[in-house]
C-alpha cells in the first residue's frame, strides 16, 4: 500500500490551513558511508510519539493523526495557551514488540495486536522542559540521548516489500561491519504526497551498541 501518501496527505492539510510547513531534520555526522548505507552519530533530541496497536497501515494513520494534532495545537504551554510546533521530517515508525521481523514482508501486518511507535522530532530550538503538554494523554514527549545509528537510504514507495528487502540488506551490512543492532527497526519518511517515487528519500534505521560504534 502507498502508506505515505495516506499519511502525508493529511499533513498537507493541515500545514495548508496552518501555515507552511517546515523542513528541519535531525542533525547527524557520518562515521562510515559504503554503497547507500552509513553509521550515523546523531546527539540528543526530543520526540513527541504516541503507541499504537493495529496493523502497520492503520497504526501509522491513526498515529500520524495523533501527533499532528499535537503540534498544530492539541496542547497547553507554560503560559496556557495553545501552541503550534514547526512540522520537522521524517516521520518515523518502529514496532514495538519483538514478534513483529521487518525482515519478512507479511509479517509486519499479520500481528494485527501487536503495537506500533510513531514519532516526530521535534525542532532543534526545543528543549524537552520548553515544549507545550500534550492534551491528548496517548501522545508524550521523550528525550532522546545521543545515539549511532546504521541506516540505508532508498527512493520509490514505502511497501512491505521494499522495508523488507531494504532492512534485510542493512542487517547484512550491520554484520559484515561487526554491528550489533541495539534497537528495532525504524521506518523514516521525508517526503510529502506529490513528491516522485524516485525523488522519494526514504530510511531504515537501527541503533548500533554503543560497543560496537566504532
Known amino acids: 500500500m502507498r ?14 490551513t496552518g501555515g507552511a510547513m517546515a523542513v528541519e531534520q535531525p542533525r547527524y555526522t557520518v562515521e562510515r558511508s559504503e554503497s547507500g548505507m552509513d553509521l550515523r552519530h546523531y546527539p540528543g533530541f ?3 510519539e504516541t503507541l499504537v496497536q493495529g496493523d502497520f497501515d492503520g497504526a501509522g ?4 493523526r495523533r501527533i499532528a494534532g499535537y503540534i498544530f495545537g492539541k496542547n497547553v504551554s ?11 521530517a521524517p516521520v518515523t515508525m518502529e514496532p514495538t514488540s519483538e514478534r513483529i521481523a521487518m525482515t519478512a514482508p507479511v509479517t509486519m501486518e499479520e500481528a494485527n495486536a501487536e503495537g506500533w511507535r510513531v514519532h516526530f522530532v521535534m525542532p532543534s530550538a526545543y528543549r524537552l522542559a520548553d515544549l507545550p503538554k500534550p492534551l491528548d494523554p496517548l501522545v508524550t514527549l521523550r528525550e532522546v540521548p545521543a545515539h549511532r545509528v546504521a541506516a540505508i537510504t532508498f527512493s520509490g514507495w514505502t511497501t512491505r516489500g521494499s522495508i523488507a528487502e531494504n532492512t534485510a540488506r542493512l542487517q547484512a551490512w550491520m554484520a559484515a561491519q561487526g554491528l550489533a543492532a541495539a534497537g528495532k527497526p525504524q521506518v523514516a519518511r521525508y517526503n ?8 522519494r528519500r526514504n530510511e531504515i534505521l537501527i541503533e548500533v551498541a554503543a560497543a560496537d560504534a566504532r
Not at 78 to 88: D, L, N, V, Y
Not at 193 to 199: A, E, H, I, Q, R
Request: glycine share 10%.
Open 3 to 16: 502508506f505515505i501518501s495516506l499519511m502525508l496527505a493529511g499533513l498537507l492539510g493541515l500545514a495548508l
Open 46 to 48: 526530543v520526540v513527541a
Open 61 to 64: 494513520r491513526i498515529g500520524f
Open 78 to 88: 507554560r503560559r496556557g495557551e495553545a501552541e503550534k510546533i514547526a512540522m520537522t
Open 192 to 199: 510529502d504526497p506529490f513528491t516522485l517515487p524516485w525523488n
